[in-house]
């Protein structure tokens, strides 16, 4: 499986078992799936506009990669999910720098995979309500090498009941794996590398990524 599909899965750690996040009394509740699979052309059409534009700087791509994955995905809910328990017993100043690193990570992480890119396409298939106030948006990747497509689940939330709220990403299902899972249990490894120290791990984070 290419790194550019992670591009597209993102993020980055997306969250499944959260989606109670957005689920609540200001929860869209609307039937138009047609809005909710747009929402997905437009944001795999954003991620392949920098992975194309491989002449440009790094850190040029960097900043338009970032700038998706702020507007587009729940990062700050993600990156709580991912922390798991150790989110509720950190400080203020801690689950700042730790949001502020997670971002970093996905970024670095992501960008280091950018020039893989080989021509794939997102094909967005199908939507449907996921019965608690959001819409599971199917697509595949189409490549170019004539291999198997690969197929990707999005779980898009809206962020209240107007009509032109703004959508996030919370989920993404690569081939049946879950991108939350796989991040939980990565970050899980770090912190127990740490010794559960929240410091020491996001000393670590910092000294591979914070530049």
Not at 182 to 209: H, P, V
Request: proline residues 3%; aromatic residues 10%.
């Amino acid at each position: 499986m290419k790194k550019y599909i992670l591009c597209l899965a993102v993020l980055l750690g997306t969250f499944d078992v959260q989606t109670t996040f957005w689920a609540n009394s200001d929860q869209v509740e609307s039937t138009d799936a047609d809005s909710y699979k747009t929402f997905v052309e437009q944001t795999g059409n954003e991620i392949i506009s920098v992975l194309v534009h491989k002449d440009e700087p790094m850190s040029e791509r960097k900043k338009a990669f970032r700038g998706i994955l702020q507007t587009k995905f729940s990062v700050p809910s993600i990156a709580k999910f991912v922390l798991a328990r150790h989110w509720r017993g950190a400080s203020d100043a801690q689950k700042a720098r730790y949001l502020s690193l997670f971002e970093t990570a996905i970024v670095e992480n992501y960008a280091a995979q950018f020039d893989n890119y080989a021509n794939e396409k997102l094909e967005v298939t199908g939507a449907q309500p996921t019965g608690d106030g959001g819409f599971l948006v199917t697509s595949r990747i189409l490549r170019p090498s004539g291999a198997q497509p690969l197929q990707v689940d999005w779980k898009v939330y809206a962020q209240s009941k107007h009509a032109d709220a703004p959508k996030k990403v919370v989920d993404i299902v690569v081939n049946g794996v879950s991108m939350s899972i796989t991040q939980r249990s990565e970050y899980a490894s770090l912190l127990q590398q740490a010794g559960g120290n929240m410091d020491a791990f996001l000393d670590n984070l910092a000294k591979k990524y914070d530049a």
